[in-house]
């Protein structure tokens, strides 16, 4: 990274930090030579998501209660490069924020993915909506046997 980048990357680390609870102990100038000496080589693009990623708790592996570890931070940019290098393979472009004020701008929102079989708790919703016509008919809970004397 340049200077002008290690610059942006300090400020947005400083924005992640500020974003999670503290410990009153914590040494703030070394927290950030801990996370900057371990993203040194990546892309600031990249960082930038990644740090996105966590202050809106879009990433599963961390907790969201918490400031993500300098090794929690790497695995999520290098994820963050990958997707990046992905898209600019199939000739899109990455995703960034919008100007401020502005949505984000699709070109077509995605209804259904294709060539997608049907979630397996379809198959569930539909016994339990069968299972609710026998109820309905008078039979009892579904599975259940008839009371006794009747056929």
């Known amino acids: 990274m340049t200077t002008a980048e290690l610059q942006q990357a300090t400020k947005a ?3 992640m930090f ?15 030579r801990g996370y900057l000496g371990a993203i040194r080589d990546a ?3 990249d960082l930038q998501a990644a740090i996105q990623r ?3 708790g879009e ?4 907790n969201a209660q918490f400031c993500p570890s300098s090794a929690q931070l790497c695995i999520e940019v290098r994820e963050r490069r990958v997707m990046r290098e992905l ?5 899109a472009t ?8 502005e949505e984000p701008r699709f070109s077509k929102a995605i209804t259904r993915i294709p060539n997608h079989e049907e979630p397996p708790h379809a198959q569930e919703n539909q016994s339990r909506q069968t299972a609710g016509a026998e109820t309905a008919e008078g039979r009892g809970r579904a599975g259940a046997h008839p009371p006794r004397g009747r056929p």
């Open 13 to 15: 680390l400083a924005a």
């Open 18 to 32: 500020s974003c999670f609870p503290q410990s009153a102990l914590t040494d703030v100038e070394m927290q950030l």
């Open 43 to 45: 892309e600031l693009a």
């Open 54 to 56: 966590f202050v809106r």
């Open 59 to 62: 990433v599963r592996s961390g």
């Open 87 to 91: 898209l600019a393979r199939r000739g």
């Open 94 to 101: 990455f995703p960034t924020s919008p100007p401020q004020g």
